[in-house]
């Protein structure tokens, strides 16, 4: 009964901010490394973001860095991705990921996958 839910996606305009939540449930989440990654049509899926199971180690595809931020709430057995400067290339389905292992950008390594959530950054 794993489960990764991610919600929070929506329309915005670019420049904007959205905050995309990922709540866990079925794994022991503090265990896991959590990535975050991204979708476009007619595109494989792309490395976002990721932490560690500690929140020490952070990493951010270069077209993120600066204005993506991951974080992780134990209590909560939930990931956070804010985006802020939102840009129109941002837009996609973004997908929440564990792995017992380390925080891969290589999404073919984790574990666990949500359904994802879209994110259309549009004027």
């Known amino acids: 009964q794993v489960q990764l839910d991610e919600s929070g996606g929506g329309l915005v305009q670019p420049g904007g901010s959205l905050r995309l939540s990922c709540a866990t449930s079925g794994f022991t989440f503090s265990d896991y490394a959590m990535g975050w990654f991204r979708q476009k049509p007619g595109k494989e899926r792309e490395f976002v973001a990721a932490?560690?199971?500690?929140?020490?180690?952070?990493y951010y595809a270069d077209s993120v860095k600066g204005r993506f931020t991951v974080s992780r709430d134990d209590a909560k057995s939930t990931t956070y991705l804010d985006m802020n400067s939102l840009r129109p290339e941002d837009t996609a389905v973004y997908f929440c990921?564990?792995?017992?292992?380390?925080?891969?950008?290589?999404?073919?390594?984790?574990?666990?996958w949500g359904r994802g959530t879209q994110v259309t950054v549009s004027s």
């Open positions: 932490i560690n199971r500690s929140g020490e180690r952070i």
């Open positions: 990921a564990a792995d017992a292992v380390a925080p891969y950008i290589a999404p073919q390594l984790y574990d666990y």
